[in-house]
């Protein structure tokens, strides 16, 4: 499978544990997007990454977030002290380009639950 | 104001029949691109077809159309001779101006195909 993979699927946590996820983007591609989406909702911005370098952050993500991509290669986002507002689907994506018709493609999400 | 606009949370349609999902979007940049996105229940989004600002003909990706009527701001999405396997929430998403990597997407709609 060439596809872009996240790991793990599923997560419950207890409020303030923290948790990280991994996202492996299809493989030639160079940018590297993270999503969050809540129940009823669609996707919404959080972050992406154009190889290593994180060029775009989104309100959403306070400083509990922090997210990585250090090698260019696979990412990982961590939330720190999580809260139940946290209890979401986190969606990662992979890219080529970012213009015209260069589609981003999504993983199957992590899923996380905070108690 | 909503950036996309899906005004159907659900539709029921019978196997076989066409469907038409409607999206309309708000942007002031001459250059942007429209997507959509399938969801079935295991969460992953699914790239379908795209549209972009500057395109003259309607995009088509064999069974999906887009219906793009740039002065009205709409970007409709037309799935012909629809299948059991066609159930699933579908997201209208719009990429806005250059260089800007950002989705923004639609609440959803929910399409349900009965036999």
């Known amino acids: 499978d060439t596809g872009v993979s996240q790991d793990p699927r599923h997560k419950i946590t207890k409020r303030g544990q923290n948790v990280t996820f991994r996202c492996d983007p299809i493989?030639?591609?160079?940018?590297l997007y993270w999503y969050r989406q809540t129940l009823g909702q669609g996707p919404e911005f959080l972050t992406y990454?154009?190889?290593?370098?994180?060029?775009?952050k989104s309100r959403l993500l306070s400083d509990r977030f922090s997210a990585e991509r250090p090698k260019g290669s696979f990412s990982t986002l961590e939330i720190q002290r999580t809260e139940q507002g946290d209890s979401a689907m986190y969606l990662c994506?992979?890219?080529?380009?970012?213009?015209?018709?260069?589609?981003?493609?999504f993983g199957p999400g992590t899923r996380l639950l905070v108690l | 104001a909503q950036k996309i606009t899906q005004t159907q949370p659900g539709m029921f349609v019978q196997e076989k029949e066409a469907v038409t999902l409607d999206c309309t979007y708000d942007?002031?940049?001459?250059?942007?691109?429209l997507f959509w996105y399938k969801q079935p229940s295991s969460g992953e989004m699914i790239f379908l077809i795209y549209?972009?600002?500057?395109?003259?003909q309607n995009a088509t990706e064999g069974r999906y159309s887009l219906n793009f009527q740039k002065a009205r701001k709409s970007a409709n999405l037309v799935i012909s001779a629809s299948q059991l396997g066609d159930s699933a929430m579908y997201f209208c998403?719009?990429?806005?101006?250059?260089?800007?990597?950002?989705?923004?997407f639609g609440t959803g709609t929910r399409l349900t195909i009965i036999p």
């Open positions: 994506a992979s890219s080529l380009r970012s213009t015209g018709r260069w589609a981003q493609y």
């Open positions: 493989s030639e591609h160079n940018r």
């Open positions: 990454f154009q190889n290593e370098a994180q060029l775009e």
């Open positions: 942007t002031s940049d001459q250059s942007y691109g």
């Open positions: 549209q972009g600002s500057y395109d003259e």
């Open positions: 998403a719009m990429r806005e101006g250059l260089g800007n990597e950002k989705l923004t």
